[in-house]
């Protein structure tokens, strides 16, 4: 999807979006953009373990610090890294695991 038409879409202030950290990060580099995140109030990172890897790094954190400071933050993976294991000991973030579950 082009980015002209992502703004649009944007504009209409959506309840989800979904996207990797380096579109989300040029998309907030739109001076129009910022405003439209601007009650954000949840945080969601899928497959956490590949995200929360250096290479995505300056992206977080431009994003981060774009968005309100005290949103609920989730972290979903399927796997535990060590990487990732230690990303939420730094931040102090609680973990809940949810191993074997059944239906």
Not at 26 to 35: K, M, S, W
Not at 38 to 51: C, G, H, P, S
Not at 87 to 96: K, P
Request: glycine fraction near 0%; aromatic fraction near 6%; proline fraction near 6%.
């Amino acid at each position: 999807m082009d980015m002209l038409r992502q703004t649009k879409e944007l504009a209409a202030r959506p309840h989800v979006v979904i996207a990797m950290p380096g579109r989300i990060k040029a998309l907030l580099e739109n001076p129009d953009i910022p405003l439209v995140f601007a009650r954000t109030k949840f945080r969601v990172l899928d497959e956490a373990d590949r995200v929360l890897d250096v290479s995505f790094q300056e992206e977080l954190k431009f994003i981060f610090k774009c968005l309100p400071e005290n949103p609920q933050n989730l972290f979903l993976s399927a796997t535990t890294t060590s990487n990732l294991q230690s990303c939420l000991s730094v931040t102090r973030i609680d973990c809940m695991s949810m191993r074997h579950m059944k239906a």
